[in-house]
């Protein structure tokens, strides 16, 4: 068995293989998981949602904390700025096997909200925040970038392990640096080497080349941007694992997943035209007619209309 089929337990999950799809605002809903767990992701989470919002219990927060059928481990990412307000969402998170504290998002509204990245800034509330969480006696992790505007990632890392988190994974930037600027995996390495805790690390995972890299560096491999309009990455990470052989990209058989994901947003009934028209349009890059069909997806005002523009478009390309 390759490194990357491996199973990997974390606390009390055990999880299948090393490979897994990270959190993503406006993605990871129920069925983008369902088809990316298909094509061979070995673990999924929710996308991250501010506690503030689940509190709230508004339609939409529901729809996304939904999950698909027989989805196990059921794991859901969450963010908040007070510990008070984690002691508040436990009786919400009952539903779920594994908790993941966001501490890396570096998006200015969660910043904003001293949420996100922002947590960096204060480790001692972090590890509140790990010891507030462990008392639903599920498994928790936590999920960090190498420090807010200077690299503290070891004392972050070593203070979660302590806390009593079960895992942690590493996006290997800082909060303010752009994903132009790349990550840097020495880092990853450093922490694996300073924790006892399964280590994932994140970032510039494009390729299963990369994959498997980064899974003899760490415990497993958490793919983010790469996997957005691209679930047949999966099949080829796990072909090249056991071939050592690269398998040519199939745009049918990819769009064939996001006709899945149509398929299951109906059955979920978590139909969002705006993130079904994102998450379709990056289905469709370098591919001969990919700019129109992009605008005419984004042009689509119902379901059905982007249910049959994209019928229409793969029986035209056979």
């Known amino acids: 068995m390759n490194i990357i089929e491996k199973p990997l337990k974390i606390g009390k999950i055990k999880i299948p293989n090393r490979i897994f799809l990270a959190p993503m605002v406006d993605v990871t809903d129920a069925a983008y998981r369902e088809i990316c767990r298909s094509a061979g992701a070995g673990m999924s989470y929710i996308e991250m949602l501010n506690i503030g919002a689940i509190l709230h219990t508004n339609p939409k927060t529901q729809n996304l904390m939904k999950t698909f059928e027989n989805e196990y481990p059921k794991a859901i990412q969450i963010t908040g700025k007070s510990v008070e307000e984690f002691k508040d969402v436990l009786p919400f998170l009952k539903n779920y096997d594994l908790i993941d504290l966001n501490c890396g998002c570096p998006s200015i509204r969660t910043i904003d909200n001293?949420?996100?990245?922002?947590?960096?800034?204060?480790?001692?509330?972090?590890?509140?925040?790990?010891?507030?969480?462990?008392?639903t006696k599920k498994t928790v992790t936590a999920k960090i970038r190498l420090g807010y505007k200077n690299n503290n990632v070891l004392e972050i890392a070593k203070a979660i392990e302590k806390a009593g988190a079960d895992a942690l994974t590493v996006h290997a930037r800082l909060a303010w640096h752009s994903n132009k600027i790349p990550a840097d995996w020495e880092w990853i390495k450093r922490v694996k080497e300073s924790v006892k805790i399964p280590v994932i690390g994140n970032g510039d995972i494009d390729s299963p080349e990369k994959a498997e890299l980064?899974?003899?560096?760490?415990?497993?491999?958490?793919?983010?941007?790469?996997?957005?309009g691209n679930p047949f990455l999966f099949k080829q990470?796990?072909?090249?694992?056991?071939?050592?052989?690269?398998?040519?990209?199939?745009?049918?058989?990819?769009?064939?997943?996001?006709?899945?994901?149509?398929?299951?947003?109906?059955?979920?009934?978590?139909?969002?035209?705006?993130?079904?028209?994102?998450?379709?349009?990056?289905?469709?890059?370098?591919?001969?007619?990919?700019?129109?069909?992009?605008?005419?997806?984004?042009?689509?005002?119902?379901?059905?209309?982007?249910?049959d523009t994209v019928e229409g478009f793969s029986k035209a390309n056979p």
Not at 116 to 134: H, Q, R, T, Y
Request: net charge positive; proline share 3%; with cysteine.
């Open 237 to 307: 990470i796990f072909h090249y694992s056991k071939t050592r052989k690269d398998m040519p990209f199939n745009f049918k058989e990819n769009l064939s997943y996001f006709q899945e994901y149509l398929r299951l947003i109906k059955k979920y009934d978590i139909i969002d035209l705006p993130r079904a028209k994102y998450i379709g349009t990056n289905f469709f890059r370098n591919i001969k007619g990919a700019s129109q069909m992009r605008q005419k997806l984004m042009t689509c005002r119902s379901y059905e209309d982007i249910s």
């Open 114 to 135: 001293e949420s996100g990245a922002s947590l960096l800034k204060d480790p001692e509330k972090i590890v509140m925040i790990i010891k507030m969480l462990k008392k």
């Open 214 to 228: 980064m899974c003899n560096i760490a415990d497993g491999a958490m793919i983010a941007r790469a996997a957005i």
